[in-house]
């Protein structure tokens, strides 16, 4: 495993655990919502089966939770898959806002869904403090990633080199928790931490086929006050990358195979 150290980096720990282990989950109707007013994806639209478009569903579930005046709870509810094109769910919000996955959120194919606007982003979350994301152990998030990687340079020469979407971003968010979620296949970076502040991130799985481009566990960039515990991390590339200008992160008990390692780059 090798590392490259940016001078701004103030603090950077990696505990990499080889062997396989039970990352632990927080059942997620455990969690008390008596203080949450519940936001179900279904009471906006949602069809829930896969080959509707849920997007507009979605984000009409998230103007309406974030828009409360009390906390709230967005739900997108288990045993069901939700076929979500790219969508930006932006801030700020009134009060705190959590986001309860406990269905499959799937990305369309590369294709006519993707425009050169879109295909740097799947799902963005912008300017939203007070914000936590949870799966309860059963939520996944599937980039659908294949046909990107198919048609990537990197795999084939004779193909253009262009960008493919992030599956989940998270711009200029403060008192961010993103925990017991399953990210799989993601286009391209599963998750990308940009200008944001105090995050803490623990108990994902995060995987793709280890002979696919560019498609980093978790990325770091710009942000201060980052925590990482208890993930499992299997990529076609680095577990972890870290970019100049993260500072103060600390990452511990991962496990980090068949990805490259970490990579700080300046």
Not at 56 to 70: E, G, L, M, N, V
Not at 97 to 115: D, V, Y
Not at 164 to 183: D, Q
Not at 204 to 212: D, F, Q, Y
Request: aromatic share 6%; net charge positive; glycine share 8%.
């Amino acid at each position: 495993m090798v590392f490259y150290f940016s001078t701004t980096l103030l603090l950077f720990i990696l505990s990499s655990v080889i062997a396989d282990k039970d990352i632990s989950a927080i059942p997620l109707r455990g969690r008390s919502l008596e203080s949450k007013k519940v936001f179900d994806v279904f009471g906006y639209g949602a069809h829930g089966d896969g080959h509707h478009d849920d997007t507009k569903a979605i984000a009409r579930t998230w103007a309406a939770a974030c828009s409360a005046p009390q906390p709230a709870a967005m739900l997108i509810p288990r045993g069901k898959g939700y076929l979500i094109k790219h969508v930006t769910l932006s801030g700020p919000c009134k009060s705190s806002i959590m986001l309860m996955i406990e269905g499959t959120s799937m990305a369309p194919p590369k294709g006519p869904h993707w425009s050169n606007k879109t295909n740097r982003h799947w799902i963005m979350f912008s300017d939203v403090n007070e914000l936590t994301i949870t799966g309860g152990g059963t939520g996944t998030i599937d980039g659908n990633g294949k046909t990107w990687w198919q048609n990537s340079c990197k795999i084939n020469s004779r193909f253009p080199c262009k960008q493919a979407p992030r599956a989940l971003t998270f711009y200029s968010c403060k008192n961010l928790r993103l925990e017991n979620v399953k990210i799989v296949n993601s286009q391209q970076i599963h998750i990308s931490i940009e200008d944001c502040r105090h995050v803490k991130i623990a108990r994902l799985s995060i995987t793709a086929p280890g002979t696919r481009p560019n498609t980093d566990g978790i990325h770091v960039t710009r942000s201060k006050h980052v925590q990482v515990t208890d993930c499992r991390i299997k990529t076609g590339d680095d577990c972890m990358s870290i970019e100049d200008g993260t500072e103060n992160l600390h990452v511990r008990n991962i496990v980090c195979r068949p990805g490259m390692g970490s990579a700080l780059e300046a």
